[in-house]
């Protein structure tokens, strides 16, 4: 056996190869056994085929210590998943009467009557475990073949989840599979490029071993994932805490915690030690500028609201936007976007706020081609800025683009006109 325990994920469904649904399985156990201190080396999507399905087990078997399966246990004909590990076992199915016994009182108990193929719930492997699913009709599976446990999983994410937390977590500890557990911690950064940071800890990140180091570039800022493999956390704190120092050395001026100090959270933030208020008016953005900022706890404390103004009735009628700049320039336009950051401040009594107008459709509108947005920032103190932004991209593209540069414009707004 291999001295430090290998595993590999298997996805049964011809409906995952055909993009009809997201493999959420594998990712999950992915991330489980990482936890755990498993290393996932292989992962396969094998479809509803009894042949490809023994091709892809000989192979897992021939590299791998551990393997789980998801799919293909359910009562129907294409549910091969079980006959193909026979193939490669040598072993003989067998109807587990504990589980035959549950299904039958399903359909029993809902006065329903059991079709034959349901029965093919209950098989499981001559001389191998079955795991008791509480929450759901087929079983869990393992079997252990030379050197490799298996284990076999339905593929209903509900149903995967509880017999791995309830069933295959112990199994493993019982086996001595698991003797060290990852413990991570996040470095997040800001004003300084993925590609710079990498750059200052090279040398770190080429001799890493146990911690390991991984640049993660996000949305405005850069995450360092340090994550040591350890027996106790305590240990790993201290391969943590070292290598953190060493890192901070380097680069601590751009050091902002150990969560993403996000745009929507340092907008709040800073209003809220000014005890200021902002709010906005919406077009092009419908609303995505205002969900963005309502997702950070506290926003309450300095945001007053949002008016979608998708028609030029609502601006007119609602936001009071002059008919005279609608029909002269247009909604599309500086002088509308203008427009909607002073009226709305004012009807929401606001301090600051900020307006979305462009086209995100194929079709130019005011004479703007799509991609075309304005942006604009009205303040208490009488003045108004506007930024015209061209951007690429498909309808929602094109806004989720307009939200985000819009929050990075208004920030600078924010530090350049009321510094802390």
Sequence with gaps: MRTEKTCEIISVGTELLLGQIDDTNATWLSEKMATLGLNVYHRQ??????????????????????????????????????????????CNLETDLFTMKKIEAYYENRGMNMTENNRKQALSFSGGTVFENEVGMAPGLCYQYDETVWYFLPGVPTEMKWIVDHRLIPDLYSRDFLQYQLYSRELNFQGIGESTIEHELIDLIRKQSNPTIAPL?????????????????????????????????????????????????????????????????????????????????????AFQGSIVSYTNEIKENIVNVPIEILERYGAVSEECARSMAEKSRVLMNSDLSISFTGVAGDQSIDGHSSGTVFVAISSKEGSTICEKLTLIGKRNEIRNQATKRGLKIFLNYIKNNYPV
């Design 217 to 301: 570039a996000g949305d405005g800022h850069v995450t360092i994932r340090l994550t040591a493999k350890s027996v106790s956390k305590e240990e790993a704190d201290e391969l943590l805490d070292s290598i953190q120092e060493q890192i901070l050395s380097r680069v601590s001026i751009y050091y902002v915690g150990d969560r993403p100090n996000t745009l929507e959270r340092q907008i709040i933030e800073r209003l809220r030690n000014k005890n200021l208020t902002f709010s906005a008016c919406e077009s092009i953005t419908g609303g995505l500028f205002a969900s963005q900022i309502v997702s950070e706890p506290g926003a309450s404390d």
């Design 45 to 90: 999507t094998i479809g509803d085929n009894r042949k490809r399905l023994y091709e892809a087990f000989k192979l897992a078997q021939s590299r791998s210590d551990l393997v789980i399966v998801t799919g293909g246990l359910g009562p129907t004909d294409d549910d091969l998943t079980r006959d193909a590990a026979c193939d490669l076992f040598g």
